[in-house]
């Protein structure tokens, strides 16, 4: 570098003193005397920094400092006799083994830009990818040390700010008083030949909104404050009954249930009623909790709660395998602070009111966001109030420039939920794929656009093993993103991965699509295969199922290509000779026998321009030539505007219906179409949509509309939630005549079809008309299922759940 005349640079080499002198290393630490402030920014290329992982120690004292965009815990030097650094004007030491007392405080972090002394025994080198490394603390304090460190570096701070506006202090989600019904009636009949949630997995389940043990249902409400869960019967839906025959009581809704051995448990993944504060400079954290519940539902007129489970944090994901649940949560760690305020003199009220904020006797104020006090700390996930993790199960890099949260897998004894144990990990999680044998979690905040300058991403994936005691396995970098859970597939102890890698447009916008294959070696994932290329200039994944030892992946931009690549040889994989390429792209990929696989997709014309939804048959019995064999449009007339269609089968696995014994399946479809709401779909709407009106009539409707009046007849308020003003966030009371109503419904239909595996031909079959929605906000789900009844002469059925309702029909092939 070049030395400008801001005084004299000392650098530390060789056991001397070097003075204005030789080049600077991005983890070279050095000394600099100067007589007045600086700040010096050196600049280097980004793409070679980010090489240099190692820090070379000689023996005695050395003067180092980190490379970019890096922060480590003190711990890393844990086996080096001494560690000092001078940061802010003050000296901190490293106090690993130190049993006297010092005045030095904690080094504690080690960020980028400080420079750091190290007295080692002997040369060595310290790798700094192995910071990232997953560890267990030797101890509760030295556990809590590194958490209270990564809070503090992430600024994690909890921050109860006041505001000036109107708020009503004792609102809450409202819970709804639910009567059951007095008889839950002849629950007896099973039906047979029956399909059940579709999964990822076999023996793998995954939690839905409509479960059955083909007698009894257990489904949740439309409405997102209708704080309950209904329970009805196939022999009372076959009877002509399509209401609730009972139903159970909650605090909140539901988010998904699971139903196992007469034992209905409900996830909760959040528990936030309100919002407990608000944070204008750092981190908004709210007061998270999720929950699992457990009902006996042996008896359905006899419904009795087991266990209810409260947890720190969301629920990210949930599956149910070998008689247990596997819950995986996560959690932030913070510190709650208090600002320090600063009283302001105003000339006018109105200045004071909008700009400052006002304490409980009329003084306004404003906040020094520069000064603070730590008041508690909240490092600690817990469950039904015990900790949640301990030393010894929680396991963290040295790395402390990561997304500061703990992801956790609780599993619990489905007989027994008293037998249950955790192992947690410092690191994100948004994307849970599970085997009989193993969880792998995936998050892109380690750390999120690792080169910000290309925009390049980077996933973590962890791999913990579930089949007997929870255990920490490993992990592994990709660079790029995935899809979905599909993205990820375990088979014969390999794992199969398929990510884009997706450039800033300053960077050339290209994408690269890969697949690896990643196993389990000496405690981290080891990636022993690899194909990259797949896919044309700008074209990213679209659908991807790994089945067997095979993986079929779609990219698209204006074409589908269809990959197919062989693992039978995971250190070697191969690709199909010629990919097939056909217009528009699939979502979703459904097995039907080895050599015929079912896709899910998008219909577009050549230039790429989306028409509508499209079912495909393809023939794979070829690797290396793939075919089309059918396809069926959805709907069959289609034109340039497919954002008047939605299937929610095209887009979520669970709301596919398939029976394996005869190929049946089921795929819904809405239609947009402009029309103006009636009275009736209006109260439907507000339902919906907002609190306190499940008793609404249409004589009621007309009266207020004629007062027009503020204050709504019969106390109910409306409250609107998340409604944005200049201080926050709130909820205030809006007359009907104010509220928006959609001008347009949807048009239900379930579309019911079978494959013919020796012809190789979809077979179209009747259709259930599901009636109009008046909207459709992502609350109004849709589940099928398809059954038969009878003994000697079976008769199938179709049952279409949609937000709630059930619409039953006969399936005539």
């Known amino acids: 570098m070049q030395y400008p005349s801001l005084g004299n640079i000392y650098m530390w080499k060789s056991g001397a003193w070097v003075k204005n002198s030789g080049d600077i290393n991005p983890t070279d630490g050095v000394w600099i005397y100067t007589n007045k402030d600086l700040y010096i920014q050196e600049k280097y290329d980004e793409n070679q920094v980010s090489d240099i992982t190692k820090l070379e120690l000689e023996r005695g004292w050395n003067l180092l400092s980190l490379p970019l965009n890096l922060a480590i815990s003190q711990d890393v030097f844990k086996n080096e006799k001494a560690v000092w650094k001078y940061s802010g004007g003050q000296w901190s030491k490293y106090k690993h083994g130190f049993s006297g007392e010092s005045s030095y405080p904690d080094i504690g972090v080690i960020g980028t830009g400080e420079g750091f002394w190290v007295l080692s025994e002997t040369e060595k080198t310290i790798d700094l990818d192995e910071t990232s490394e997953l560890q267990n603390f030797e101890s509760n304090e030295s556990m809590e040390n590194f958490l209270l460190s990564m809070v503090r570096y992430n600024r994690n701070f909890r921050y109860n700010s006041p505001h000036n506006y109107y708020y009503d202090e004792g609102f809450v989600y409202s819970e709804m008083e639910v009567d059951s019904s007095d008889s839950a009636g002849d629950n007896s009949e099973k039906v047979s030949d029956i399909t059940t949630t579709n999964t990822q997995e076999e023996l793998v389940d995954e939690a839905d909104i409509v479960k059955h043990d083909g007698n009894k249902i257990f489904y949740l409400p439309n409405g997102r404050y209708e704080n309950k869960i209904l329970v009805t019967t196939f022999s009372e839906i076959l009877s002509g009954n399509n209401e609730a025959i009972t139903e159970i009581e909650t605090e909140q809704k539901p988010d998904e249930l699971y139903l196992v051995n007469d034992k209905l448990i409900a996830i909760y993944p959040t528990n936030n009623y309100y919002w407990n504060s608000w944070c204008y400079v750092d981190y908004s954290i709210w007061s998270e909790t999720s929950r699992v519940e457990v009902y006996d539902v042996s008896d359905i007129e ?112 489905i007989e027994d939920f008293s037998k249950m144990e955790t192992i947690s990990a410092v690191g994100g999680s948004e994307t849970l794929y599970a085997s009989t044998e193993a969880i792998y979690i995936v998050s892109s905040d380690y750390p999120r656009y690792w080169n910000w300058r290309n925009y390049d991403e980077r996933i973590a994936i962890y791999k913990f093993g579930i089949s007997n005691e929870l255990s920490y396995n490993g992990k592994t970098f990709l660079d790029g993103r995935i899809l979905n859970q599909f993205s990820l597939s375990e088979y014969d102890e390999v794992l199969r991965v398929a990510t884009t890698k997706v450039r800033s447009w300053w960077s050339g916008g290209d994408t690269d699509n890969i697949v690896s294959s990643i196993v389990e070696k000496n405690g981290t994932l080891e990636i022993v295969g690899e194909i990259s290329g797949l896919g044309k200039e700008g074209e990213t994944i679209r659908g991807v199922r790994f089945l067997g030892d095979k993986g079929y992946i779609v990219t698209f931009r204006q074409t589908d290509p269809l990959y197919v690549v062989d693992f039978s040889n995971p250190e070697k994989p191969v690709l199909g000779e010629n990919p097939l390429e056909i217009d528009g792209y699939s979502t979703y990929f459904h097995p039907v026998n080895s050599d015929l696989i079912l896709s899910l997709g998008v219909n577009a014309d050549s230039d790429g321009t989306e028409t509508g939804y499209q079912i495909q048959l393809f023939n794979v019995s070829d690797f290396n030539n793939p075919t089309l064999v059918d396809k069926v449009l959805l709907p069959e007339t289609q034109d340039e505007y497919r954002w008047k269609y939605y299937s929610e089968a095209v887009h979520n696995h669970k709301a596919f219906t398939y029976r394996n014994s005869d190929n049946l399946f089921a795929v819904s479809l809405q239609e947009h179409i402009e029309e103006e709401m009636t009275d009736e779909q209006k109260i439907e709407y507000l339902a919906q949509n907002y609190t306190n009106i499940n008793d609404l009539n249409i004589s009621e409707v007309e009266e207020w509309k004629e007062k027009y009046a503020f204050e709504i007849s019969q106390g109910i308020e409306f409250y609107v939630e998340n409604h944005y003003l200049d201080y926050g966030y709130y909820y205030y009371p809006m007359a009907l005549t104010d509220i928006y109503f959609p001008s347009y419904h949807y048009q239900n239909t379930l579309n019911f079809y079978s494959v013919d595996t020796n012809e190789s031909y979809i077979n179209i079959y009747n259709s259930i008309d599901g009636g109009k929605s008046a909207y459709y906000n992502g609350y109004d789900y849709q589940r099928s299922v398809i059954f038969s009844t009878g003994e000697e002469e079976k008769t199938d059925w179709g049952l279409y759940i949609l937000g709630g309702k059930f619409y039953l029909e006969e399936i005539i092939k």
């Open 302 to 413: 006899n419904i009795v709660k087991t266990e209810d489970f409260n947890i720190s944090g969301n629920i990210v994901d949930t599956r149910v395998t070998g008689g247990k649940l596997f819950v995986v949560s996560r959690f932030m760690p913070s510190i709650e602070i208090e600002y320090e305020k600063e009283v302001v003199e105003c000339e006018e009220k109105e200045e004071c009111y909008y700009y400052y904020l006002q304490d409980d006797n009329g003084t306004y104020y404003e906040i020094n966001y520069d000064k603070y006090t730590e008041v508690s700390a909240d490092l600690i996930a817990k469950i039904n109030d015990k900790p949640l993790y301990s030393n010894e199960t929680l396991f963290a890099p040295k790395k402390i420039d990561q997304s500061p949260f703990i992801t956790s897998i609780t599993s619990f004894q």
